[in-house]
Nanobody, 129 residues
């Protein structure tokens, strides 16, 4: 069973940057697309972005496009979410998760939280105005 651990969250000011990490426990992680989602109290979990298993493609929500970048380091079995120009509306708990199916690419399913099975515990990001 894959275990994911997010880190890198914190309290920052609007306009600042943060880099979140999603570290996995096993190398099978490298065979799966990874998604980032965020959630605020009383709201549904929201898609932020995803990266395919080989890192060849990335997908982003319109709200973060141009500000957030996802990358992966296969040697470190870690996926990163670089967040620049942060806004107060980016405040949320951020989660990473692995795709239900290995080696999937180019699928709109990656935008749906229901297509992911293993989830990390989340890391809080708070952006003050």
């Amino acid at each position: 069973q894959e275990q994911l651990v997010e880190s890198g969250g914190g309290l920052v000011q609007a306009g600042d940057s943060l880099r979140l990490s999603c570290a996995a426990s096993g190398r099978t992680f490298n065979s799966y697309a990874v998604g980032w989602f965020r959630q605020t109290p009383g709201k549904e979990r929201e898609f932020v972005g995803a990266i395919t298993w080989n890192g060849g493609s990335t997908y982003y929500a319109d709200s973060v496009k141009g500000r957030f970048t996802i990358s992966r380091d296969r040697a470190k079995i870690t996926v990163y979410l670089q967040m620049n120009s942060l806004k107060p509306e980016d405040t949320a708990i951020y989660y990473c998760a692995t795709d239900r199916f290995p080696l999937r690419v180019g699928s709109p399913a990656l935008y749906s939280q229901y297509e992911y099975d293993y989830w990390g515990q989340g890391t809080q990001v708070t952006v003050s105005s």
